[in-house]
T-cell receptor
Framework: GESVGLHLPTLSVQEGDNSIINCAYS??????FIWYKQESGKGPQFIID?????DKRQGQRVTVLLNKTVKHLSLQIAATQPGDSAVYFC?????????FGTGTSLTVIP | DSGVTQTPKHLITATGQRVTLRCSPR?????VYWYQQSLDQGLQFLIQ???????AKGNILERFSAQQFPDLHSELNLSSLELGDSALYFC????????????FGQGTRLTVV
């Protein structure tokens, strides 16, 4: 199967600081990537996506960076807020399947 | 609210039993995905349907089956349930069959006792 892994299982940041969540993927043929946020007791929520023909994409307070050379994906959250506390998953799309990593738990310290 | 509806929200059943989980995709979405999320685990892809036809299959056990109906809702059938089948089961839907954002439902929490 495919492998999508996260470098750090947990991350704690101070409110107002920037957060960076990293993800490594294994399939160089993957051409579409998504970051999801999952709060306790809820389904994953789309944050931002990026296609393989791009190396950066910005949303509201979030930026995704894609480095295809080293098969690495990162999610940057600016001015992290308490409401950002959740588990973050990266997912790679290969063919018709999305492969998810085990997630990084982000805790925002007030 | 993602627009994806899953029922029931919670299900408790005994080992050996059979259950059916239901998913209504967002209006206009043709693709439905099923995922299993066990405690402290990531999301494991089970199966995908697109416009009524099976499109991709992941780590789905032979005891599990799914289908997508003409009205595009989908059902996941789990049979001969084991304790290890206890998990959150998510349904997601998307407009296309690949390379597009998928919207997740709130999940069905299945507990097998």
């Amino acid at each position: 199967g495919e492998s999508v892994g996260l470098h750090l299982p947990t991350l704690s940041v101070q409110e107002g600081d920037n957060s960076i969540i990293n993800c490594a993927y294994s399939n160089s043929a993957s051409d579409y990537f998504i970051w999801y946020k999952q709060e306790s007791g809820k389904g994953p929520q789309f944050i931002i996506d990026i296609r393989s023909n791009m190396d950066k994409r910005q949303g509201q307070r979030v930026t995704v960076l894609l480095n295809k050379t080293v098969k690495h994906l990162s999610l940057q959250i600016a001015a992290t807020q308490p409401g950002d506390s959740a588990v973050y998953f990266c997912a790679e799309n290969t063919g018709n399947q999305f492969y998810f990593g085990t997630g990084t738990s982000l805790t925002v310290i007030p | 609210d993602s627009g994806v509806t899953q029922t029931p929200k919670h299900l408790i059943t005994a080992t050996g039993q059979r259950v059916t989980l239901r998913c209504s995709p967002r209006s206009g979405d043709l693709s439905v995905y099923w995922y299993q999320q066990s405690l402290d685990q990531g999301l494991q892809f089970l199966i995908q349907y697109y416009n009524g036809e099976e499109r991709a299959k992941g780590n789905i056990l032979e005891r599990f089956s799914a289908q997508q109906f003409p009205d595009l809702h989908s059902e996941l059938n789990l049979s001969s349930l084991e304790l290890g089948d206890s998990a959150l089961y998510f349904c997601a839907s998307s407009v296309a069959d690949r390379d597009t954002e998928a919207f997740f439902g709130q999940g069905t929490r299945l507990t097998v006792v």
